[in-house]
């Protein structure tokens, strides 16, 4: 693990921490007072390319591909292969995905099963495209904070709490129902798959882990798809505790282009986390691999040198920006450069300091008591254990997202500043916080760019 040696931020960054870091010498509640609504912005105004070729949508179903891989060619994941001669159409990585675990693709006559199949030069690969099964999941009113929406993708400020795509068990009030409700359409058409449960599905950017929508007549559901999870229109997600950013896709298109983006990591996404305890140094970059975790599988591991068959490799950076009691907590900016399942909290538990709430990942209400009371004034200790006792879900929020529109190539970027639940608790440690040499008036000691 190296320091790292970060840029300056862009506009959109610089603005939100700059309002999350303004403080006010005459109030505690400073920050709640100068929140500001969700940002969005043109980074660069670049010349439109020419007009993407039309989405086939459902309309390449059955069709045939047999070709061999070029001699010579080295060795690619088989759904790579084939999405990068059928992505031309429209046809997302997800949808190849769907067709190779239907049993429609096959390697040198023999079917192939998993997405992650290695072919070489001089196989022959056949691929028929699987239809896009109807899926029903219920349109609910539930509000939604819509940051930017047009016709080709919305950008939503999910709150914490609530789950992105419906699941056994949550069937309803997740953002996919909020959603089907806010785009007027009754059914989506998703390719879903087999997973575990919400809260540690088997997915990363480079598993492009993203589902096509469409409408479409309603129809009955297979029983395949009924043991799949739906998640239509989401081309990423956050955890079901983790508050923020995330777009939504709304065409086929836009699905195989964003998704494109994120696997080759060139989306911008900064989160803000409160830590238990604080990390050291106070800026570096994490390089270690992340795995699931084999004796707990709703958890992950960053382990390094991992032998694990599934480890995946995994680079977070991170720079303090407050620190809170003497190191007993702190405020945390974290730069994704891959997008594994639970990366933050992973490597947050790898650095010591798993974030505060996270019980999952070791932030417990009694590992963040233990590290902030022996130096906070004795007259704030019980302040301090009620303050923990009533959070109920990591400290993370997704405070940045930036991307190119998959229509226009123009670059977006937009920005939030974290929920009341989280300020509530960063306002707290700002209060209880001993005034000592080297820190503002209030004691805590801040960092700048």
């Not at 919400?198 to 990363?204: A, F, K, N, Q, R």
Request: aromatic letters at 4%; proline letters at 7%; hydrophobic letters at 35%.
């Amino acid at each position: 693990m190296a320091a790292a040696v970060t840029a300056a931020p862009p506009p959109a960054i610089a603005t939100t921490l700059s309002t999350l870091l303004r403080r006010s010498t005459n109030s505690i509640h400073s920050l709640r007072a100068s929140r500001r609504r969700c940002i969005y912005s043109d980074v660069v105004a670049e010349p439109a390319p020419a007009p993407p070729p039309p989405s086939r949508r459902g309309g390449l179903a059955g069709t045939r591909l047999e070709e061999a891989v070029p001699t010579g060619e080295g060795r690619s994941r088989v759904d790579a292969w084939i999405s990068a001669r059928l992505g031309g159409g429209g046809v997302s990585r997800a949808r190849v995905q769907a067709s190779i675990r239907a049993g429609l693709v096959a390697v040198n006559g023999r079917p192939v099963s998993k997405v992650s199949h290695t072919v070489k030069g001089g196989d022959t690969v056949s691929c028929t495209v699987s239809d896009l099964t109807p899926l029903r999941a219920e349109a609910e009113d539930i509000p939604l904070d819509i940051v930017y929406e047009d016709e080709h993708l919305l950008v939503v400020n999910k709150p914490a709490h609530m789950v992105v795509h419906p699941a056994p068990g949550n069937a309803n009030g997740t953002l996919v129902n909020a959603i089907l409700h806010h785009c007027k359409i009754s059914t989506f058409t998703c390719l879903a798959r087999n997973s575990i449960d919400d809260e540690c599905p088997e997915s990363s950017d480079d598993d492009v882990d993203v589902f096509d929508v469409d409408q479409f007549t309603i129809g009955d559901v297979s029983s395949e798809v009924r043991e799949a999870i739906v998640r239509p229109g989401i081309v990423h997600r956050l955890d079901k505790g983790t508050s923020g950013l995330l777009v939504v896709a709304k065409d086929e298109h836009s699905h195989a282009q964003l998704a494109e983006q994120f696997k080759l990591h060139t989306i911008s996404r900064v989160y803000l986390s409160l830590t238990c305890g604080l990390p050291s140094p106070y800026s570096a970059r994490i390089e270690v691999p992340i795995s699931r975790d084999p004796n707990n599988r709703i958890r992950m591991v960053a382990a390094p040198g991992s032998g694990h068959r599934y480890a995946k490799d995994a680079a977070s950076r991170y720079k303090v920006r407050e620190v809170f009691c003497g190191g007993g907590s702190a405020l945390v900016e974290w730069r994704l450069e891959t997008g594994r399942t639970h990366q933050i909290r992973a490597h947050a538990k790898y650095l010591g300091n798993p974030l505060l709430g996270d019980e999952t990942y070791g932030g417990t209400k009694s590992m963040a008591l233990s590290l902030l009371r022996p130096k906070t004034p004795s007259k704030y200790h019980g302040d301090l254990s009620s303050l923990i006792s009533k959070i109920d879900r990591p400290c993370l929020h997704a405070a940045l997202l930036g991307f190119k529109h998959p229509h226009s190539g123009k670059a977006l970027e937009f920005s939030c500043p974290p929920p009341d639940d989280f300020t509530k608790v960063l306002d707290e440690l700002r209060r209880v916080t001993p005034t000592s040499d080297g820190q503002d008036s209030d004691g805590v000691a801040q960092f700048s760019d």
